[in-house]
């Protein structure tokens, strides 16, 4: 079965700075999505990013954007000038066919 | 506004008393899936379904049950709840089951006593 790691149970980071989470998965596929989630203190999902296994080129979302190593199973969420709002669980998560599997979450404080 | 609503948003109740909720999407999603969400675990799966009458088992199925009788809905039934299931639960749907993610409803948080 599918895992999702995420190694970085909280983190924080400056306001204005920059801050990556880390998340590795394992998968024996060649063909699969990836996303990043954020879940902020009202608890609701909100899909942040999601990458294409079969592209190479990392996606992008304003100031949110990927570093995915496919080699290496690694899906890194970098957010760029950081600010308060952006305080929030964030989860990664794997998705092929009817398997959806998420990490169990990295909790970011933004410091002001 | 297409969204997936999930009621009721917070629940108490005792062991042994069957309960269900909710869950209906307006975007005409074929695929619809629940979670249950604990500190350290993340989200894991509990059922999702494919289709109307198409349901399958998740992760963590035992002690709970669903039906897809239509394609909106997709309600969690819990027959005898016990403290362990007492969880942050989401429903969501999807388009299909990859490309897309997933939409989610605003959790349920259910307590167990």
């Known amino acids: 079965a599918q895992t999702v790691t995420q190694s970085q149970p909280e983190m924080s980071v400056q306001e204005a700075e920059t801050v990556t989470l880390s998340c590795t998965y394992d998968?024996?596929?060649?063909?699969?999505?990836l996303f990043w989630y954020k879940q902020p203190p009202s608890r609701q999902m909100i899909l942040v990013i999601r990458?294409?296994?079969?592209?190479?080129q990392n996606a992008t979302e304003n100031r949110f954007s990927v570093n995915f190593q496919k080699a290496a199973k690694s899906f890194s969420l970098k957010i760029s000038d950081s600010q308060l709002g952006d305080a929030a669980m964030y989860f990664c998560?794997?998705?092929?066919?009817?398997?959806?599997?998420f990490g169990p979450g990295t909790r970011l404080s933004v410091l002001p | 506004e297409a969204q997936v609503t999930q009621n009721p948003r917070y629940l108490i109740t005792v062991t042994g008393k069957k309960l269900t909720v909710t869950c209906s999407q307006n975007m005409n999603h074929e695929y619809m899936s629940w979670y249950r969400q604990d500190p350290g675990l993340g989200l894991r799966q509990i059922y999702y379904?494919?289709?109307?009458?198409?349901?399958d088992k998740g992760d963590v199925p035992e002690g709970y049950k669903v039906s897809r009788k239509e394609k909106r809905n997709f309600p969690l039934i819990l027959e005898s709840p016990s403290p362990n299931q007492t969880s942050l639960y989401f429903c969501a749907s999807s388009p299909n089951s990859g490309f897309y993610g997933y939409t989610f409803g605003s959790g349920t948080r259910l307590t167990v006593v």
């Open positions: 990458q294409e296994a079969y592209k190479q």
């Open positions: 998968t024996s596929e060649s063909d699969y999505y």
């Open positions: 998560a794997y998705s092929r066919g009817q398997n959806f599997v």
């Open positions: 379904s494919m289709n109307v009458e198409v349901t």
